[in-house]
């Protein structure tokens, strides 16, 4: 299992020079891939782009760019200019968006996400390859190729928790990202489902990037405690409730990765015991306890097997 890091605003408000930085330290820590969330603030792929052309030695990862108000033409132009930028270190994280948000914010339909997402990847794989499109589907139609010099079809992983969508991520993709998903569900569902479907449909085993909370810290209380007072909302979405629930959990606090050194090494371990095939660690806290998160991390990412 890789050891991966979350970068810009899932970790408080960056500046671009703030953002380059968590990458910087990333790579200078050994890590595998500096992963950046589509939030509210900055652009995934501008971000990526931005500070890859700076900080060489470590692959990059948009864990996810929601696809809803992003035409696939424009997705494929975006991946292939950060692969050009970066001398093709992308992995293209993307998903469906959450349901609510994607009606509430962009005032677009979340209705049938997996049939919408099928047809998403039937034009965007191909398009990423260079290919001429000629689609002309039930929600798109695409007449076009995109071409960028220099650049290759980045890894494409999906934003799967239920069952149809990791079926779909295991036949049309490379693999998966799931956030807030503890290692129980993807050991029993996640890992299984996706993998699968991958070979079903004579694909190789999937990636699993596994995202989560971690903090090394002796006040597990008090942090769980701010996790669940900053998070807890989450644990009201549909999407998240469902694998909270198959966790047995109450809330995002139950499956954050809190504790000493050795718990939180502990912790991780189980997430590669269930399959997992990078973990992407979310350091929260304050400025030591950030420090001290990655410092376990970066030893993690010397271990002699790479990793546990």
Known sequence: MRIGVLVGEVRGAVTAEQFTCQVRAAADAGLATAWTAQALGWDALTALAMAGAQVPGIALGSSVVPVPARHPLVLASQALSVQAATGN?????????????????????????VARMREYLSVLRPLLRGEHVSHHGEMYTVESTVHVPGATPPPVLLAALGPAMLRLAGERADGVVTWMTGPRTLAGHIVPAVTRAAHAAGRPSPRVVAELIVCVTEDEEGVRRRIAAEFGLAGHVPEYRAVLDREGADGPEDVVIVGDEQAVVRQIRRLAEAGVTEFAASPYGDAHQQERTLAVLADLARSADYLI
């Open 89 to 113: 270190r992308l992995t293209l994280g993307i998903g469906a968006g959450i349901a609510m948000m994607t009606g509430t914010m962009f005032g677009l339909s979340a209705e049938r996400p």
